[in-house]
């Protein structure tokens, strides 16, 4: 049985090995067993059913919450080779008949529909009279009121055990608590299912997080690491969506903007701009990204914090599904903090209570410098099993703690208690730089002990440390104007009975430290080659009118500038190129390969140990 699940796999898909539980996922479908798939975003859930539907006999459905969703999921699957097809409302009379065509002569093997038209009376009556070979539900989180994105829709999937009380489900999801995963399994009424939970580390990501200061020049600095890739850079209101998109088009940027006050069309335009890779980088509100499967995102920035530790990691989790290497740079400071408690003001008191402390995680998250991987997994109730990941900021160096972390941080102290504990951040700041800011001056505050303490400062690095005492609990802000009180912890400071840990970025340049992940997946590939490969494919893409990363992913593209294959023999053994895709591509990317290759004189058909 695995043979030949790993056969189905090597021939439609090209991959020569299962990710991390794929197999156990796989087989326990084949067995007709329920099943529960918890993979990170990018773990490769898709084939966990996908697989399964080809080789087992009859008809696989899949519930899908969203039309872009199956749209995108058909499109590869037909790419492969898979006879797949999707019924939902946007469908044409006649792709309508065809679909149905397919499934009544039987050589249909995965069928992807929403929840409310799988659960319609006649289309139960019409699945009846099929042989199904299981039932898997995407996106499960959906059922469950305790997950982040309830869909009252999904509840309906309740009946389907006693539907269809012969055929296996399941169940996939990216994210899901103990609490969660529980409740997918009672409201399914799933019997004894096989639950498998994968670690939620995602090794080619690599975390970086910085106050904002200048934030547009901040958001260049990365998009500048990623010339012509895609990057998706997330804002929290409409606003600075509308602001960021029209600096980076000032900058000459392909930009599009993506949140819920645009008309429709204009969204869904922009999104598949983004897609077909029409455009470069999407400036998004969070309202973008359920049911994008774009693989080679390289980048993914925030240019204010999420609300939480759950949203950081699923809008991150969106750069690097193909597993390659790419960067999700956080840039937050105190004010995202105070606007996402304005916008709790009006939720009821318990879920404000809940909202309010997973904002302040993200907050000490973003404040308390240690290793990021470690700190999220840390979160999830996982732990790294390394010291040191190498692939965030603070273990690749970039950041350096303070050497006089302690007196610094009991300047800053000692001056709010100064100010009677009335004031804010910024306020405080530009009291301890020493500033002529005619408030201060009215105030008498230049009068202070404290006053320029810290004049060899900036004020925004001295605001930054501020928000980093807020964010470790040495200070807390209170009331409409989060003004800065002393917690006991920031008493034990000033007693020099705990010293803090401030931070600032260093100025080591970029090179002196990249992360392992990067020289890996580039390790042997002509870089000239790939990207001359990019403008084949985005050819193709265009031809088909499909999305680039449908017809080969990044990582695929890679190993051919790695491999540099002469024949089709040997394009086969690329990794991520299935035969479908080499009868229909092969040849017009050796050609390629060729002519490049004459021309700079580099080696062809290289052998690389996988
Ligand atoms: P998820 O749904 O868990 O986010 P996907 O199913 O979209 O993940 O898979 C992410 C990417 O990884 C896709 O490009 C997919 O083709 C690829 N992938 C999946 N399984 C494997 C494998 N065994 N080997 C190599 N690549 C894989
Ligand atoms: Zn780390």
Redesign the pocket.
């Given at each position: 049985m695995t043979e030949r699940l790993a056969e189905t796999?090597e021939k439609h898909?090209g991959?020569?090995?299962?990710?991390p539980l794929?197999k156990e996922a796989m087989e326990h479908l084949c067995h007709r067993r329920d099943v529960i798939v918890v993979?990170?975003?990018?773990?490769?859930?898709?084939?966990?059913f996908q697989v399964p539907a080809v080789t087992s006999s009859g008809l696989a459905v899949v519930v899908s919450p969203l039309i872009s969703l199956m749209k995108d999921q058909v499109d590869?699957l037909t790419e492969c080779g898979v006879p797949a097809a999707r019924i939902d409302s946007s469908l044409t009379p006649e792709e309508r008949e065809s679909a149905f065509d397919l499934i009544r002569n039987r050589q249909l093997k995965l069928l992807y529909m929403s929840p409310e038209r799988l659960v319609s009376d006649s289309f139960i009556k019409f699945l009846h009279k099929l042989d199904l070979s299981f039932i898997a539900i995407d996106e499960a989180h959906c059922i469950s009121m305790w997950g982040h994105d309830f869909r009252p829709e999904y509840r309906q999937l309740g009946s389907l055990r006693k539907i269809f009380p012969e055929v296996p489900i399941g169940a996939?999801t990216?994210t899901a608590t103990e609490q969660v995963r529980h409740d997918i399994a009672v409201q399914l009424s799933l019997k004894d299912p096989a639950m498998l939970v994968g670690s939620f580390d995602r090794p080619n990501l690599i975390y970086k997080v910085q106050a904002k200061n200048r934030i547009v020049k901040q958001v260049c600095e990365v998009v500048d690491r990623h010339r012509d890739e895609s990057g998706i850079v997330y804002c929290i209101r409409r606003k600075d969506v509308e602001e960021m998109a029209a600096a980076l088009t000032a900058k000459g940027l392909h930009v599009a903007p993506y949140h819920a006050g645009l008309p429709d069309e204009v969204r869904k335009r922009n999104q598949d701009d983004f897609l077909n890779e029409n455009v470069d980088i999407i400036v998004a509100t969070i309202a973008f990204g359920m049911g994008i499967?774009k693989?080679n995102v390289r980048y993914v920035i925030h240019a204010g914090m999420p609300k939480s530790l759950e949203h950081y990691q699923q809008e991150s989790g969106r750069a690097g599904?193909?597993?390659l290497e790419a960067e999700c740079c956080l840039f937050y400071s105190g004010g995202d903090y105070a606007t996402w408690k304005s916008l709790m003001r009006d939720m009821d008191p318990k879920a404000m209570e809940i909202a309010l402390s997973k904002l302040s995680r993200m907050y000490s998250y973003c404040t308390e410098g240690v290793c990021r991987r470690k700190a999220i997994l840390d979160y999830f109730g996982q732990s790294l099993d390394k010291g040191q990941c190498g692939a965030c900021d603070i273990c690749l160096g970039e950041v350096d703690s303070m050497e006089d972390s302690l007196v610094t941080a009991q300047k800053i102290l000692s001056c709010v208690l100064r100010l009677g504990q009335r004031f804010g951040g910024g306020y405080t700041a530009l009291v301890l730089t020493g500033s002529r800011d005619q408030r201060i001056l009215e105030n008498g505050h230049d009068n202070l002990s404290t006053y320029g303490l810290l004049r060899e400062h900036d004020s925004r690095a001295v605001h930054d440390w501020i928000e980093q005492l807020a964010g470790q609990g040495f200070l807390e802000k209170v009331g409409e104007y989060n003004v800065l009180t002393v917690t006991n912890e920031g008493r034990q400071v000033l007693k020099g009975e705990i010293t803090p840990r401030l931070l600032c970025p260093t100025k080591k340049p970029e090179r002196e430290h990249k992360a392992k992940v990067v020289t890996d997946s580039w390790q042997g590939v002509d870089k000239g080659l790939f990207d001359a490969l990019r403008k084949v494919r985005a050819t193709l893409a265009r031809e088909k009118g499909v999305p680039a990363?449908v017809i080969f992913?990044d990582?695929a593209l890679r190993d051919m500038a790695r491999k540099r294959p002469s024949t089709l023999d040997r394009f086969l053994q690329v990794?991520?190129v299935g035969q479908t895709k080499a009868k229909q591509y092969g040849r017009i990317m050796i050609e390629r390969i060729r002519a490049y290759c004459i021309e700079r004189s580099v080696e062809m058909d290289l052998t690389v140990l996988d």
């Open positions: 796999i898909w991959y020569k090995e299962f990710r794929q993979l990170p975003t990018g773990g490769g859930k898709s084939l966990c590869a996939y990216a499967d693989s599904r193909d597993g990363f992913g990582a990794k991520g």
